[in-house]
């Protein structure tokens, strides 16, 4: 390689490493104000402060889904399998929303320690499954729930 | 290995064999896209939870693996450019843009579908997934434009290449935004030979015939916008108008 040529690869590896380094320190400054929700444990050690709005991505817990009769209301629990937050919502969930089932909900901490929610989202995890495959595992005694971190219910 | 690769920098040399290529190229991706869109969009099985809507993944998936190529592309085109001044590289840089930015619009549309059925929502902003996506859409256009605005110039090319760099840091984000970051949108889904558990063949099979397809797809479209900027640019040359007056 001729000695000019040479010199101008070196020019762009050049900018292509520092580029590469002030954006991984960039990335890693605002770490947490990229993630899109706080775990129900980093709301539990107090890391979001009073009367923030922000979000919570975490598991709606088997057996805690309380709907009212005569309204939308609904109230929940997210948990991660450590920590738990109640969560109360008044609205449509979305068609995925059932007990087991990742979700992101946006709201408030109101004085009772209850998540007051104004829009609920579901999670997807990345298992697809057929029925079949599904019905199968059922019958198995082990259903999806295994896919998740351990400790469920 | 040298010698081949001043060679293909010689716009009719690349001309003469991509025309021999391409007829293969065309049989292998109508072949492959349409094994892979009508099993995946007519035969594959139902997700138990979210139905026959799981079926635009397979678009999805395949669309937006392939855009990430893009950039990397770019960046080794530029380089070529800048360092062994080959107009060739240039001319592939400069389309391989336009695809790009309509390959990442592709991927932002089937995604926005699945998510406002499956999420309850078309968009994110909080998400890094999907906001480092429509970054790459953006900076493509950006390419775009700057080429447009600089008329294939050596600032053209040096600018482009710059903002490939930026591009390609941008791809290794896209790649891991769900594993380093708290998003809605779900990690890469791990693949099994297993029939019997999640994410079994019935699933990938048709993916991955459609990931091959997408590719052909993007080579081929390279390759045809490529040669016509050949002739475009090398008007003037004597092959070519030697292959004008033979076409006739």
């Keep these: 390689m001729k000695p000019h040529r040479r010199k101008k690869l070196g020019i762009i590896l050049f900018i292509a490493a520092g580029l590469s380094v002030a954006v991984g320190f960039t990335a890693f400054a605002l770490k947490q104000n990229i993630n899109m929700f706080y775990t129900p444990t980093q709301v539990a050690e107090g890391e979001v402060g009073p009367g923030q709005h ?3 991505g975490g598991m709606v817990k088997v057996g805690t889904v309380l709907g009212a ?26 068609d995925l929303f059932r007990e087991g089932q990742g979700i992101v909900a946006e709201g408030e901490m109101d004085a009772a320690g209850v998540f007051q929610a104004s829009r609920v989202l579901a999670k997807h995890d990345e298992n697809f499954m057929s029925p079949e495959v599904k019905a199968a595992l059922d019958a198995a005694g082990a259903s999806a729930d295994n896919h998740m971190p351990s400790g469920t219910n | 290995m040298w010698v081949w690769f001043f060679k293909l920098g010689s716009p009719k040399w690349f ?79 400069k389309n391989a843009a336009i695809l790009g930015a309509w390959f990442s619009f592709i991927t932002l549309a089937t995604g926005s579908l699945w998510g406002s059925v499956m999420w309850g929502t078309w968009w994110e902003w909080t998400d890094s997934r999907l906001v480092s996506m429509l970054f790459q859409l953006f900076l493509l256009l950006g390419v775009i434009s700057l ?102």
């Design chain 1, 54 to 56: 922000f979000r919570i």
């Design chain 2, 147 to 248: 080429r447009s605005a600089l008329e294939d110039s050596d600032a053209a090319a040096k600018a482009c290449a710059l903002l490939s760099i930026v591009g390609c840091i941008n791809v290794v984000i896209i790649k891991y935004s769900v594993e380093w970051w708290n998003t809605l949108h779900q990690v890469s889904s791990p693949v099994t030979t297993d029939t019997s558990s999640p994410n079994g063949p019935e699933f990938w099979i048709a993916t991955l015939i459609m990931i091959v397809a997408v590719y052909l797809f993007l080579t081929v479209s390279l390759i045809l916008s490529t040669r016509n900027e050949i002739l475009e640019r090398e008007r003037k040359a004597q092959w070519v108008k030697d292959l004008v007056l033979k076409a006739k």
């Design chain 2, 15 to 93: 001309y003469e064999l991509s025309g021999k290529w391409l007829p293969w190229l065309v049989a292998a991706m109508v072949i492959f896209m349409t094994i892979g869109l009508v099993w995946g969009l007519l035969f594959l099985p139902p997700d138990y939870q979210q139905g026959f809507t799981s079926r635009i993944l397979i678009v999805h998936v395949a669309v937006a693996g392939t855009s990430l190529a893009f950039f990397p592309l770019m960046f080794v085109a530029g380089t070529i450019t800048l360092v062994w001044r080959m107009k060739l590289a240039d001319m592939v840089a």
């Design chain 1, 69 to 94: 009769d005569d309204s939308l209301k609904v109230n929940f629990v997210a948990t991660d399998f450590v920590s738990d937050v109640p969560i109360q919502y008044e609205g449509i969930l979305p």
